[in-house]
């Protein structure tokens, strides 16, 4: 159903309500209860983003958030309907209410950077555990406030009705649809406003709204008695606000399923809610007009076995979403959006049509049970976010959602016989083992075909999940889509350069700080430096146990030489008073709600404070990720941090280097090097040399004028979502624009005081790079011919450099058959390949092939080698003697 449907359906109810008796003074309250749901739901969305930049991940600020405006709302609504029969012009009030609000949340821009310094400062003197509770206390009650005068409100307006009983599902109806278009109006002001416009014009709305209520002081007075709303048993308040924790559990838990499977953005969070509220609306107003009691006895197992039902779907609702090209974000945001309203509708009409059918059973009393529903709706929200899903997770967290929505309605339908449908029930529920998550190879049967999951950790930071591929090699998954990391060759030498790359550039590296550990292969990076001090700080807990129990294999044991710190890392650098001479950031996935601002001016001052004289900082960020006025963003904003930052350039990645000081260049890499033993050097650099990695340099960060990254005035974050549809992003555009600013060589080995004896192996390995690039930008553009002629010459410049061996290797090995076919020996053209890419794994399972094929005694020799490369490799395992 789309918006328009909803308000048609709307208008046809105001058409009903104005031949039943109600006055077009109560009508228009009610269309303007509306539009004040739409603005609470705004206000909620993006005060949940705000929570979200503060504690960068996003299901804190989500949950934080919702507990605060539910807990507002339940005692709002309790107070002011105890005292509702005291005031005499409630729609003042309610115009004094809305307005107050208003004004609180255009403040609201300008004080944030305030309490993010305080939390910054309060920083020093707390644990981890300390701050994040301390932050979230004082976000509770900063948005408790505001929140309790919205929920004052709905008394406030039933106050001013004169069939206050009988409309109740009316006007809750209303005010809920409204908030459906609240709950996606963010979605059109955050990417084109920004955080703070965007509030600041929904507080404008506000402030309408506020008017709106004055502005009907004229037209409608009360003329009810003084009379108090009747308050229902304690019984009902309890098992209705026993409904509203189930509800906000069955929200947050939802919020979090649904998120692994659909967009990485903040963007879930405004669809679910908006389906979420979309049945609740409609279940309200169905309610309003329907007072046949014989339904009401389904509702129960409707709401229930619709959970459950939603959970044993979701594999193949994500398996639709993975075969899905969107030719946009918006179509994709409109064809997911809708399926997700069809799962949860039927439960969400159940949750609607509860109050006013409660109210009706228990003889009044609905604003008693809206405020208790509210009250319980704060106190699941952070169950679910704090307690149940870390220690049950997110597929039990639902299946208790529905058995307890299941009792809770059955209490309500006596006689108790119809229980006798529970065992039978539950049997059946149990034949779908929805309690354990669903297998990652079932979720996502494209990308993950023939996986099987070897470990799964779920907290409220993230769910993390190690998957072992059918080659046997090893995925770290964090909330399913993201890979932050993989056991292939290939990767562990890209892992382990974020190291390499950062000590190379230091001069005498004895303390290092990492910035996200992931499986720890990149802190193995590292391991050539005898006597390095090395700390690791990583908020996910899951990631730290994986990177100990299934990556050791592969990052050489690095955790247990390495002081691993769980935290946040802007709490770690807020805190800490130590100082590193190399600090290394961590591939981020910048697109997520939160983590953008990682990349901000603000966290690269941070960084910069923790240097040591000399120190090096080297952030890096995958070229793949980014369009190029976003890449234009983040050098801005790390150019005003470090204004001597430099880059350099390693396959598809981009590394920013910011030095406290003076930049050394080429002598601070030899002064590294010539503290290193033979070996040690050649593990440093990989067996690439020195000159390779100098050859990499991408000269200085160029000055340009625009926006920065600022963590309280994100820019990145509401545009990479759309590189995900439609064309992608525009990857030979960016290499493209960092090709026309490169330096040229002889600016370059000025740059760096290169020595007339490095000279021409420098300009060899610094040409040998652009060439290569400017191959993979013409590959990009489609011309293979002249790709392949660049990758050539890239090669016959520096033979060294891995990438230009594996990107000749690779093509050559591709055409290996044809070769062979107008007569070159197999064996032998694969040895010449192994000569040109000694660290490919299908190179060498294709020699040992063959030399097995022809029963050679190297065969087994091969296989080792193989194995030494890729020691998780499946085939050459199995094949062991």
């Known amino acids: 159903m789309s918006l328009s449907d909803l308000f048609g359906f709307i208008h046809s109810e105001v058409n009903s309500l104005l031949r039943s008796g109600l006055c077009r003074g109560e009508v228009a309250a009610a269309i303007l209860y509306g539009l004040s749901g739409l603005v609470g739901v705004s206000y909620e969305i993006l005060w949940a983003r705000m929570l979200t930049l503060q504690f960068g991940v996003s299901v804190f600020g989500v949950v934080i958030t919702v507990a605060a405006f539910m807990a507002g709302l339940g005692m709002g609504s309790l107070a002011m309907t105890s005292g509702a029969h005291r005031i005499r012009r409630p729609m003042l009030w309610l115009a004094i209410l809305e307005g107050a609000v208003a004004v609180f949340a255009w403040a609201l821009p300008s004080a944030t950077p305030i309490l993010g310094a305080g939390f910054d400062a309060a920083a020093v003197r707390m644990s981890p555990i300390a701050w994040q509770t301390f932050m ?45 278009a609240g709950a996606l109006l963010p979605l059109v002001l955050l990417p084109s406003l920004g955080w703070a416009a965007a509030l600041r014009t929904t ?86 007009r329907t007072h ?24 193949s609702f994500s398996s639709w979403i993975e075969r899905s090209n969107w030719a946009s974000l918006a179509t994709a945001l409109v064809a997911q959006g809708g399926v997700l309203l069809l799962l949860t509708l039927p439960t969400t009409l159940v949750l609607g049509a509860w109050l006013p059918i409660l109210a009706r059973q228990s003889g009044g009393g609905g604003l008693w049970l809206y405020g208790a529903n509210a009250l319980g709706g704060a106190a699941g929200s952070a169950a679910a976010g704090f307690v149940l899903i870390p220690f049950l997770g997110t597929s039990a967290t ?55 999951d070897l470990y799964r950790y779920e907290d409220a930071v993230a769910m993390t999940q190690v998957v072992e591929l059918p080659n046997g090699q090893r995925l770290l998954l964090t909330d399913l889509q993201r890979r932050d990391a993989s056991t292939e060759a290939t990767a562990v030498y890209v892992q382990a350069n974020q190291a390499r ?6 001069p005498a590296p004895h303390k290092v700080l990492f910035l996200g550990l992931g499986t720890g292969i990149s802190a193995m990076g590292s391991l050539p ?97 980014f369009d190029s006025e976003s890449l234009a963003i983040v050098l801005r904003s790390f150019r005003d941090a470090f204004p001597q930052g430099q880059l350099f350039l390693d396959g598809m990645h981009l590394a920013l280097v910011g030095p406290k000081g003076v930049w050394e260049g080429a002598r601070a890499v030899s002064d590294n090097l010539d503290r290193l033993s033979a070996q040690q050097r050649q593990e440093a650099t990989a067996g690439e ?11 200085p960060i160029p000055a340009s004028h625009g926006v920065e990254q600022d963590e309280w005035a994100p820019q990145i974050e509401f545009r990479l979502p759309r590189l995900r549809y439609g064309a992608g992003g525009d990857l030979a555009g960016v290499l493209e624009r960092l090709v026309a600013f490169r330096p040229g060589v002889d600016s370059a080995r000025s740059m760096l005081g290169i020595t007339p004896a490095q000279r021409e192996k420098f300009e060899r390995a610094y040409i040998g790079t652009e060439l290569l690039v400017r191959s993979w930008i013409a590959a990009l553009n489609g011309q293979p011919g002249q790709s392949d002629r660049l990758m050539g010459m890239a090669f016959e410049a520096n033979p060294k450099d891995r990438w230009t061996a594996y990107a000749l290797s690779d093509q050559m090995l591709a055409h290996l058959d044809g070769a062979v076919s107008r007569g070159l020996d197999r064996e032998q053209a694969l040895l010449k390949l192994q000569r040109i890419n000694p660290w490919s794994p299908e190179i060498l399972r294709a020699l040992w092939h063959e030399q097995e094929r022809r029963h050679e005694p190297a065969a087994e020799s091969t296989r080792l080698q193989l194995l030494t490369l890729s020691p998780l490799d499946r085939e050459a395992q199995s094949a062991k003697n």
């Open 292 to 315: 046949r009691a014989g339904w009401a006895r389904a509702l129960p197992w409707l709401a229930s076995g619709s959970i459950l039902i939603s959970l044993a779907l979701l594999p």
């Open 398 to 452: 639902l299946v208790l959602a529905a058995w307890s929505l299941l009792c809770l309605g059955l209490f309500w339908n006596r006689p108790l016989s119809r229980w006798m449908a529970f065992p039978v029930l539950m049997m059946a529920f149990a034949s779908f083992r929805l309690v354990s998550f669903p297998a990652a190879e079932s979720l996502l049967p494209q990308a993950l075909a023939g996986s099987r």
């Open 501 to 506: 790359l950062a000590l190379l550039l230091h």
């Open 136 to 180: 979230a206390g004082a976000s509770f009650l900063l948005l408790t406030v505001p929140a309790f005068a919205l929920g004052a409100g709905f008394p406030l307006l039933m106050r001013s009705v004169s069939h206050s009983g009988s409309a109740l599902g009316l006007f809750y109806g209303i005010n809920t649809l409204g908030a459906v």
């Open 529 to 625: 430096y005898p006597g390095l001090k090395r700390t690791a700080v990583e908020l996910s807990r899951g990631a730290i146990l994986a990177a100990r129990l299934w990556f050791a294999p592969l990052n050489g044991s690095v955790l247990a030489h390495t002081e691993v710190r769980q935290d946040d890392a802007r709490h770690f650098l807020s805190a800490s008073q130590d100082r590193y001479d190399v600090i290394v950031g961590d591939l981020f996935h910048p697109d997520l709600a939160g983590v953008s601002s990682l990349l901000s001016v603000q966290q690269f001052r941070r960084v910069r404070s923790h240097l040591a004289d000399r120190g090096i900082f080297v952030q890096w960020i995958a070229l793949n990720q």
């Open 203 to 288: 507080a404008m709305l506000g402030l309408a709204v506020a008017v709106g209520w004055a502005v009907l002081l004229r037209w409608r007075a009360s003329n009810k008695a003084d009379s108090r709303e009747q308050r229902p048993r304690n019984v009902w308040l309890v098992t209705y606000g026993a409904v509203g924790a189930v509800s906000l559990v069955l929200e947050i838990a939802w919020t979090r399923l649904f998120s692994l499977v659909m967009l990485r953005t903040e963007y879930v969070l405004a669809l679910i809610l908006a389906a979420f509220l979309s049945g609740i609306g409609l279940g309200s107003l169905l309610a309003f």
């Open 689 to 699: 040399g020195e000159m390779t990695w100098l050859g990499r340099y991408w000269g």
